[in-house]
Nanobody
Framework: QVQLVESGGGLVQAGGSLRLSCAAS????????MGWFRQAPGKEREFVAA????????VYADSVKGRFTISRDNAKNTVYLQMNSLKPEDTAVYYC?????????????????WGQGTQVTVSS
């Protein structure tokens, strides 16, 4: 079972930036896609971004396209989410997740392991 640990959340003003990190345990990190999801209070969990196993392909939700960038460092077993031009509506708990597949997808059921989440709060 892969263990995922997110970090980097916090409080930031609108227009600011944050970078989330997710460290994975195990030796097979480079063999599966990774993704980020988020859940705001009272709302369903939603897809944010995903990246293929080698990092060559990325997928984004329309709401974050052009503002967020997902990347990974397979040598460090870590996936990142760079968030720029943050808006109050980006406020949520952000979760990283391990995909069951090589390629990136946006569907939650395609992901088999989840981190504990990190809070991101954007003030107006």
């Amino acid at each position: 079972q892969v263990q995922l640990v997110e970090s980097g959340g916090g409080l930031v003003q609108a227009g600011g930036s944050l970078r989330l990190s997710c460290a994975a345990s195990g030796r097979t990190f480079s063999t599966y896609a990774m993704g980020w999801f988020r859940q705001a209070p009272g709302k369903e969990r939603e897809f944010v971004a995903a990246i293929s196993s080698k990092g060559g392909t990325t997928v984004y939700a329309d709401s974050v396209k052009g503002r967020f960038t997902i990347s990974r460092d397979n040598a460090k077993n870590t996936v990142y989410l760079q968030m720029n031009s943050l808006k109050p509506e980006d406020t949520a708990v952000y979760y990283c997740a391990k995909s069951k597949y090589l390629g990136p997808t946006s569907v939650g059921v395609d992901f088999g392991s989840w981190g504990q989440g990190t809070q991101v709060t954007v003030s107006s």
